[in-house]
């Protein structure tokens, strides 16, 4: 599944274009694709069924469906709705348990996305970046991938304890447990950020299925050869493309999922390109 687009978001005379490409793919050993996400601006979002479990590709659609319905789109949220519909979309697939589900046939999923919001007096526009799992935000200005999100997962864990060498972590027998998810506790913990609108900007959004097969070396390098095209939608597209069949070709162990978005915002008065 591929989806691209351009958007144009405006609020009290700042106006802000929005170009993403996006692509799913099931990957070369799964047989089902548990992730799904949401490219439609305010909102860009990627959530991994908890691989494993009792319907996880269910429980991911369904934290999507719940930010379909709760958010407006082609216009600015807010963080108070951006939270809730986290909060809503944990108690959506908390209630797709059964009785019978104990353990690893819980149903969940990570959720890590981020969310153009008016912030209210004194902030204003922000990009609101929010995470629970192992899917990862990055921020790429053309030149350095900076992992903006923290995985949630026992080896993430490990690593900060100093118990764990960070390049040590990708092979390591745990690396797939998380430690945070939607649906699996009573309260979404989830982590977030606000970034201020500004300039040109740059996010990936990605499931783990990128981010195990590539490192943050081999990501920037696709990147960068992505850039030596004309920036627009469709080059976010080809580069999203890229990004995924890379990730197949290393082995595509696990489903991929990756949103690239990019947002430029004219000042007061300004015609965007």
């Known amino acids: 599944m591929a989806v691209t687009g351009q958007e144009e978001l405006t609020l009290d005379g700042a106006r802000a274009q929005v170009s993403f490409g996006a692509r799913s793919d099931v990957g070369a050993v799964r047989k089902v694709n548990e992730d799904s996400f949401l490219a439609a601006a305010p909102v860009f979002l990627v959530a991994d069924g908890m691989g494993g479990h009792a319907r996880g590709d269910e429980a991911s659609r369904t934290a999507v469906g719940v930010f379909e319905e709760h958010i407006e789109v082609g216009a600015p949220s807010t963080p108070e709705r951006i939270l809730d519909a986290i909060h809503s979309s944990n108690d959506a697939v908390a209630d797709l348990h059964t009785g019978e589900d104990v353990g690893s046939a819980v149903a969940g999923t990570t959720l890590a996305g981020v969310a153009f ?7 204003g526009l922000c990009w609101m970046a929010f995470n629970i799992g192992d899917s990862r935000i990055y921020t790429w200005d053309g030149h350095q991938l900076v992992q903006l999100s923290v995985d949630h997962s026992v080896v993430q864990e490990m690593v900060d304890a100093g118990l764990l060498r960070t390049e040590d972590a990708a092979t390591h027998p745990k690396r797939n447990v998380i430690t945070r998810a939607i649906g699996t506790d009573d309260y979404a913990d989830a982590d977030v950020w606000l970034i201020p609108v500004e300039g040109r900007q740059r996010f990936l959004i990605c499931s783990d299925g990128l981010s195990t097969e590539l490192d943050s070396r081999e990501i920037a390098q696709i990147l960068t050869t992505a ?47």
């Open 117 to 123: 919001v008016d912030a209210g007096d004194g902030v």
């Open 227 to 273: 850039d030596e095209v004309e920036p627009s939608a469709a080059a976010l597209a080809s580069a999203a493309d890229a990004l995924v069949e890379a990730a197949i070709a290393r082995g595509g162990r696990d489903n991929v999922t990756v949103i690239m978005l990019e947002s430029t915002l004219a000042p007061h008065g300004e015609v965007l390109a």
